[in-house]
């Protein structure tokens, strides 16, 4: 069971607590401010070319997009103890975690204060949670009213994320913040594991994150035209059901409010679309991606990603091309369709089912 096998056995050390996957802060397009904004983007994201020359394709960072030729790239992360079943706890094996016990119940805003006036020194993704008194359901502080009443308090620090692997240092930060908490509320604290644990745990979240987190890309040039206008493209792309939206590109519309399987952009920078210049607008290439660990499906996704891509070259009059610039065809479709099916059978067998609570916190939109 790869992943989850071996961070069970790390949750085994948490004294009545199992997990939960929890989702994780989102907007697709807060990943696409580098390719909009043209800044320098961090691992895992995607710089779009600079302006139209001769050579219509993206330029790459860190982050692996699949190709026909690829080879199918990942380990299996080490393997450790049974099964750990789910429960309503928001928080799971991606996180170290503080446990504040008490009898005497803790009032949102007695925490909350603390909580906000120090949280600026942790770099990594955090969260505060309690079991509230009432229905003791878990939930996050910092979504609840005022009236809300606790009893047991968590607070979580995910030990992996683009950035890379949290560290002693941020554990350090992270601590004091908990030690602040814990004088605030006068509470005990428990740690879910140790430092050195929590460290080597971070590495394999961090490995399991370079091996997965992969883009899946077609990208149309203009073949039978000088360059696509557009208007056409427009057309093109309503066509499809695709709709215009945030960061001025298309995209197709996921099951969550805010959410897209996969998006259309310019392949220039600065990458979208100026919705008041259709008429003037002219390009020699789009590209239409996905990410891969991020959709709940995606073969299905990568599938209909293809056939709207098919539809979008007839109607433009161009070519699909790969990331290295080769003619794309149904083998090389279907060789990367393969790819994806491995990904994402990697990635349920070790845990993290792509587009689930805990792959979306792993690999955020």
Request: include cysteine; charged fraction near 25%; hydrophobic fraction near 40%.
């Amino acid at each position: 069971m790869g992943l989850r096998i071996d961070l069970a056995v790390l949750g085994a050390l948490v004294v009545g607590i199992i997990a939960l996957m929890s989702y994780e802060k989102g907007g697709l397009w807060h990943r696409m401010r580098s390719w909009l904004g043209g800044h320098d983007a961090p691992r895992g994201e995607v710089i779009l070319a600079d302006e139209p020359v001769s050579d219509p394709t993206t330029a790459l960072d860190e982050r692996r997009v699949l190709t026909p030729l690829a080879g199918a790239r990942g380990e299996h992360a080490q393997e450790g103890g049974p099964d750990e079943p789910a429960s309503d706890e928001p928080f799971d094996s991606i996180d170290f975690i503080v446990f504040f016990p008490g009898d005497v119940p803790v009032a949102r805003d007695a925490v909350l204060g603390v909580y906000k006036q120090n949280e600026y020194v942790i770099d990594k993704p955090h969260r505060l949670y309690g079991r509230r008194v009432g229905d003791g359901r878990w939930s996050e502080l910092i979504r609840d009213g005022a009236q809300a009443r606790y009893g047991l308090l968590a607070f979580a620090l995910q030990l992996a994320d683009r950035a890379g692997p949290t560290r002693e240092p941020d554990l350090n930060a992270f601590s004091q913040v908990a030690l602040k908490l814990a004088d605030a509320i006068d509470r005990p604290t428990r740690f879910n594991m140790s430092f050195e644990r929590a460290v080597e745990t971070a590495a394999i979240l961090d490995k399991f994150c370079s091996d997965h987190d992969v883009i899946a890309s077609i990208n149309i040039a203009a073949e039978t035209v000088t360059a696509f206008r557009g208007p056409a493209i427009e057309r093109a792309a309503q066509e499809a059901g695709l709709e215009f939206g945030a960061r001025d590109i298309f995209h197709r519309a996921g099951v969550r409010k805010g959410s897209a399987l996969y998006s259309l952009a310019n392949l220039y920078k600065p990458g979208s679309f100026d919705p008041l210049r259709w008429g003037t607008l002219q390009t020699q290439g789009l590209t239409l991606f996905m990410s891969v660990p991020g959709v709940p499906d995606p073969e299905a996704t990568f599938a209909d990603m293809a056939r709207v891509a098919r539809l979008l070259s007839r109607r433009l009059g161009g070519k699909l091309l790969d990331q290295d610039r080769r003619p794309l065809s149904d083998a090389g479709i279907a060789a990367i369709g393969q790819q994806i099916a491995a990904i994402t059978a990697r990635m349920k067998e070790q845990g993290v089912p792509p587009g689930g609570p805990q792959a979306m916190r792993l690999f955020p939109p």
